[in-house]
């Protein structure tokens, strides 16, 4: 190595990516192991936005949030679905051990109200999750809802359209989510604040309807030849 | 029996002008006769004097403010007086239109004397920003002729009592005109020379009921009272001289009468969880916002966020007039919860309510619902949606474990299935229920995934065809 090269090197002006530390920010586990370990090792960001950007709805996007929700919630804190794009079923969370008390659907009727009730929420010590469904976000409300998660400390999470993952986005962590043919979820980290994006995994969310992929399906074949379809 | 008199003489000025931060002269005008019968400080610089009429006020202040008089409206704000007085005595008799009447001969002891008592009421219309001459006396209506001749004393002296009264003039004593005149013609000028005559005497040459009126005075003549008693709810009013046409400036009279009712709740050791406030307008039906809180509140400043959230939403229709607050549910105040030493849930509880209320403030009730199972087996009706409410009931786990396996999104109706599936995992799972109530559901469910990975829970319906109802989130 030329001598202007060590000279930099030991003058510490290049920052240098093998010193890079454990980021420190305050986070809660996301409940997958495979998943954790993509995060850092920390899970979702507490006090910040995290976004999943999804294209179509029963991919498993509520079960890769599920151990959260048993988890703040059974610890008393408040969960709120934001403008959920269909019903969340209540017997389905209760099977799941969810404090269905600690749960709290809000529908609004426009974007003011959304962003509003979204940073009232964050805003509060007794929320300890919220989901939200925003319709169109403008760049400067992310911001503005990045701004109250800071001064709240809990998880948000924005479920988005995969197009909107090439926007700039001030949130702290992105991904992207895709099923694949299989039941897993290939999980697509766009951004994540304070490491590189890129990184990538695959949860298997076959639990989530007591499938198994290694025995037939149990389907008793019948109406569908029939029913001529 | 000792009795305090309250006279207030210009009443309704004082109601009027204690909603009004700045404002030019005031007066309160008769409403037939057009005369001025009570006349602000400002206005009595300007010349204005009360007995005047209305168009030589007006000559002397062009830019006077007028308020008609209305007999409703004044008893009400004297039964607001009454209220307040009631945090101090018990025994309270209203005097229309301008009186109060309170028996404070078994107060000495609890606050320590009379001139303790008179200083504690004193105080309390200062605070108040109320113009009242009080009287202490024997009789009630010794105490309300010398109450009202702005004569009163801390005495509970009766012989300083008597001399005062027998210095008063027939007129003031409160005899009507034509008594007045006969007495005179009699030689008599002040009450203590009406005192001094025989009694039968007086009877035969006057009437008993100047007897009566005579002997109530002097106490030898019983003279029942019926006391007052507070009704359980809470209504102020707040009338204003201008109209206000932003809701903005509602939120000062507002606060004032949110503090009352928080004073009021304190007192009463009580909470509330709804207010109703209507505003009157000149022209229109009167507006009505309920405001509700999704707990027990007793704030002032809780209740005023709220309504300023609400005015947000609902400008004013048309300017008001007035501003009545009214309460008329009240929840006993709960002991804080003694579980926690360090009084932590106490602050989430509360955090709760007042982030739930805001919410609710602002989006309308409707809009935030919680979920619970539903013991039925068609998909749509196993589920309910109701009001939030703070509870920390469990279902036990047993319970839980038994449910079967359903997905997390349920579609808000079932929708038809528009492509084969691309693998089918499980099924059939019969549905068949509803003909007890006329919603017949007949379905065999499976669980299937789609060709864009979406795992669904679909039904073959006997009738209609595939559907999907719902996502496996």
């Not at chain 1, 290049?14 to 980021?23: I, M, N, P, T, Y």
């Not at chain 1, 989530?208 to 029939?226: I, K």
């Not at chain 2, 204005?48 to 009400?76: C, F, N, W, Y």
């Not at chain 2, 101090?88 to 009186?99: E, F």
Request: neutral net charge; hydrophobic residues 35%.
């Amino acid at each position: 190595m030329s001598n202007i090269l060590n000279t930099l090197m030991q003058d510490d002006r290049v920052w240098q990516g093998r010193r890079h530390k454990q980021s420190t920010q305050p986070a809660e586990p996301t409940g997958y192991q495979v998943l954790d370990n993509q995060l850092g090792g920390i899970g979702w960001p507490r006090g910040a936005l995290s976004e999943c950007l999804l294209d179509a709805h029963g991919i498993g996007e509520l079960h890769l949030l599920l151990p959260l929700m048993q988890r703040l919630s059974g610890n008393g804190r408040t969960v709120f679905l934001l403008n959920p794009p269909h019903t969340p079923y209540a017997p389905a969370l209760a099977r799941e051990g969810i404090d269905l008390d600690q749960v709290v659907i809000v529908h609004t009727d426009n974007d003011g109200d959304f962003l509003w009730t979204l940073e009232n929420c964050l805003r509060s010590p007794v929320t300890g999750l919220v989901m939200a469904w925003p319709g169109k976000l403008m760049s400067r409300d992310i911001r503005r809802l990045q701004l109250a998660a800071e001064a709240g400390s809990n998880v948000c999470v924005l479920f988005r359209e995969r197009r909107y993952a090439d926007q700039n986005s001030p949130a702290a962590l992105r991904l992207d989510l895709e099923p694949d043919q299989n039941q897993n979820l290939n999980i697509n980290i766009v951004k994540r604040r304070g490491s590189w994006p890129g990184q990538h995994c695959s949860l298997t969310m076959t639990h989530r309807a007591d499938l198994s992929f290694s025995e037939a399906p149990g389907v008793v074949q019948g109406p569908w030849p029939a029913s001529g379809r | 029996m000792l009795w305090l008199y309250l006279h207030f003489p210009h009443l309704l000025l004082d109601h009027l002008r204690r909603s009004h931060e700045s404002q030019g002269a005031l007066v309160i005008v008769e409403g037939a006769s057009h005369k001025v019968i009570q006349a602000c400080p400002m206005a009595k610089e300007q010349g204005v004097r009360a007995g005047m009429r209305l168009k030589t006020a007006l000559s002397l202040s062009p830019d006077l403010h007028i308020v008609r008089a209305d007999e409703q409206q004044e008893a009400r704000v004297l039964e607001d007086q009454a209220r307040w007085l009631y945090r101090y005595a018990a025994y309270i008799v209203l005097v229309p239109p301008d009186g109060l009447l309170a028996e404070i001969g078994s107060l000495q002891k609890l606050y320590g004397g009379l001139p303790a008592v008179w200083q504690t009421v004193e105080q309390g219309l200062n605070e108040r920003q109320l113009d009242a001459w009080i009287a202490i006396g024997h009789t009630p209506l010794a105490t309300r002729l010398i109450a009202r001749t702005g004569q009163g004393e801390c005495t509970s002296d009766t012989g300083h009592t008597m001399r005062t009264l027998s210095q008063l003039s027939l007129f003031d004593a409160g005899f009507e005109d034509k008594t007045c005149i006969r007495l005179q013609r009699l030689g008599l000028n002040t009450l203590g020379e009406v005192f001094s005559l025989p009694p039968a005497e007086l009877a035969k040459r006057l009437s008993p009921e100047v007897l009566a009126r005579i002997q109530k005075i002097q106490g030898t003549r019983p003279d029942p009272q019926t006391p007052w008693q507070p009704p359980h709810r809470f209504r102020q009013q707040t009338d204003f001289v201008q109209e206000i046409e932003h809701s903005q400036g509602l939120l000062f009279p507002l606060q004032r009468m949110l503090l009352e009712l928080e004073d009021d709740l304190c007192w009463r050791q009580q909470d509330t969880d709804s207010l109703l406030l209507t505003l009157q307008h000149r022209h229109q039906e009167p507006t009505r916002l309920r405001i509700r809180t999704s707990g027990p509140e007793h704030r002032a400043e809780a209740f005023l966020k709220l309504a300023q959230i609400r005015f947000e939403q609902h400008p004013l229709r048309a300017p008001a007039t007035a501003v009545i607050l009214s309460v008329k549910r009240f929840i006993g105040r709960e002991a804080p919860n003694e579980r926690d030493l360090l009084g932590d849930t106490r602050d989430l509880n509360e955090a709760w309510h007042t982030l739930i209320s805001r919410l609710q403030a602002r989006l309308g009730s409707d809009s935030l619902t919680q979920l619970s199972p539903q013991a039925d087996h068609r998909p749509e009706r196993a589920w309910s949606a109701s009001d939030v409410v703070r509870s920390s009931r469990r279902t036990p786990a047993s319970e839980l474990a038994q449910l079967p396996r359903r997905p997390l999104w349920l579609l808000k109706g079932p929708k038809p299935l528009t492509e084969t599936p691309a693998t089918w995992f499980s099924g059939p799972e019969r549905i068949s229920g509803g003909w007890w109530d006329g919603q017949r559901v007949h379905r065999d469910y499976y669980i299937a995934q789609l060709h864009t990975g979406q795992l669904a829970w679909v039904f073959h319906d006997a009738r209609d065809g595939w559907f999907v109802h719902g996502w496996f989130g």
